[in-house]
């Protein structure tokens, strides 16, 4: 079974430009998260998707940060413009859904260097 | 809000050791709790998890036992082995939220043959 794909894995950019991340989750998971990682720190929720509904963007920094689920399968993060303090790694996930035993699988991450 | 508390880091232990990394949490109700496991350039992992109250989650020789009366999900192993490093996260699920995963800052732990 393949796991979550996100691209790209790496990504330096300058502050003001924009990034934009994919991730593509294990077929059938009805449920998908971007979490942000800043180093040293535990991976906190972004956004989270129930197929292409939005359920919690309560921590999304909705000025900057915008994500979208089309078809409520592959799912894209974008930052514009990027601040110094956006390096992290972003991490996608995604579950079964519908129930607190689901589990989440995450993918590899994209590390995001802003200079 | 929830919100789990970790053992500070970082950990170095020899080889063969016993390791306890602890984690205590604060919700509502009763969360379902995780330990994730970050191997070097890889991604999250769940390595063990329990559900209710007693209830102990085991993988890989690792154990931790959901304590309700101390709300802690303490991560144990009886002998690590130098594969063991990496970098471990405990969570836990609120049952009446949304299914999201609230994390720990993760303790590194180094093992040294």
């Known amino acids: 079974e393949a796991g979550v794909a996100q691209s790209p894995r790496y990504k330096i950019i300058e502050k003001r430009q924009s990034v934009a991340f994919w991730c593509n989750p294990i077929s059938g998971h009805a449920t998908l998260y971007w979490y942000q990682q800043i180093l040293g720190q535990g991976p906190k929720l972004l956004i989270q998707f129930q197929n292409n509904g939005v359920v919690d963007d309560s921590q999304l920094p909705k000025d900057r940060f915008s994500a979208e689920r089309l078809k409520g399968v592959d799912s894209t993060l974008k930052i514009q413009p990027a601040k110094l303090e956006d390096s992290a790694v972003y991490l996608c996930?995604?579950?079964?859904?519908?129930?607190?035993?689901?589990?989440?699988?995450f993918g590899q991450g994209t590390r995001l260097t802003v200079v | 809000g929830d919100s789990v508390t970790q053992m500070e880091g970082p950990v170095t232990l020899s080889e063969e050791a016993f390791l306890t990394i602890n984690c205590t949490y604060t919700?509502?109700?009763?969360?379902?709790l995780f330990w994730y496991v970050q191997y070097p350039g890889e991604g999250l992992q769940l390595l063990l998890k329990?559900?209710?109250?007693?209830d102990k989650g085991s993988n890989k020789g690792f154990e931790a036992t959901y304590r309700k009366e101390t709300t802690s999900f303490h991560l144990e192993k009886g002998s690590v082995q130098v594969s063991d490093s990496a970098v471990y996260f405990c969570a836990l699920r609120d049952p009446f939220g949304n299914e999201k995963l609230t994390f720990g800052t993760g303790t590194r732990l180094t093992i040294i043959p």
């Open positions: 996930a995604s579950s079964l859904g519908g129930g607190r035993n689901t589990e989440a699988f």
């Open positions: 919700a509502t109700g009763y969360p379902s």
């Open positions: 329990a559900t209710k109250a007693d």
